[in-house]
């Protein structure tokens, strides 16, 4: 059974700073791995699609990367922006989509 | 083109009632994907299907079905609502459903927001 886990559960940073967020799971035998920002009380926006044969995806001030034999991938934000702040979910292809609890990211102006 | 449609918006029923939810895909896309996301949790996977055929069930009792139309369309029923079944339900599209070997990028919709009471 698939399990994804999303550390840290919350963050708090100062605007300009970079900030990573990670994300494991259990099972290595994944198809593609996807980031979402989810803002409060909707749905959910796709950042980044990671397929299994690829290392890392970059759009913008996003960068994430994926490592399948350590069970893990990080999404990297740049120089973070009050915009930002939201929950960030990462989710795993596998004979079904698998989510994290996300982690709840808080840029102070 | 249009992305994922889901209707209603929000919704508020008692406890015991009935509710239908409702999902229009993509153009084009074959594959609906129903999710449950309780505040504060990430989404869980409750149904997928493909061509009017039920291709995956999460864990969920048997209070919730799920069907599709010719038209790719789907609907999510849930009977005799507890007030843990309070959560948004997201609807996503794909081209293909999850198989053997491979996945096809899910598109999600706003989600409609049930509340239990």
């Known amino acids: 059974k698939q399990e994804v886990t999303q550390i840290p559960a919350a963050l708090s940073v100062p605007e300009g700073e970079n900030l990573v967020l990670n994300c494991s799971f259990t099972d290595s035998a994944i198809y593609n791995l996807q980031w979402f920002r989810q803002d409060p009380g909707k749905g959910l926006t796709s950042l980044l699609l990671?397929?299994?044969?690829?290392r890392e995806q970059t759009s913008g001030r996003l960068n994430a990367s994926l490592d399948k034999s350590s069970g893990r991938s990080t999404l990297y934000i740049a120089a973070s922006q009050p915009g930002d702040s939201a929950t960030y979910l990462c989710a795993i292809y596998g004979n079904k989509l698998v989510f994290g609890a996300g982690t709840i990211l808080r840029v102070k102006s | 083109d249009a992305g994922v449609t889901q209707s209603p918006t929000h919704l508020i029923k008692t406890r015991g009632q009935h509710v239908t939810l409702r999902c229009s895909p993509i153009?084009?896309?074959?594959?609906v994907s129903w999710y449950q996301q309780v505040l504060g949790q990430g989404p869980q996977f409750i149904f997928q299907?493909?061509?009017?055929?039920?291709?995956g069930r999460g864990n969920f009792p048997d209070r919730f079905s799920a069907r599709q139309f010719p038209n790719y369309s789907s609907e999510l029923n849930v009977n005799a609502l507890l007030l843990g079944d309070s959560a948004l339900y997201l609807c996503?599209?794909?081209?293909?459903?999850?198989?053997?070997?491979?996945?096809?990028?899910?598109?999600f919709g706003p989600g409609t927001r049930l509340t239990v009471t």
């Open positions: 299907y493909y061509e009017k055929e039920e291709r």
């Open positions: 990671i397929q299994s044969s690829q």
């Open positions: 996503a599209s794909s081209l293909y459903p999850n198989r053997q070997g491979s996945s096809y990028e899910q598109y």
């Open positions: 153009s084009g896309h074959k594959s």
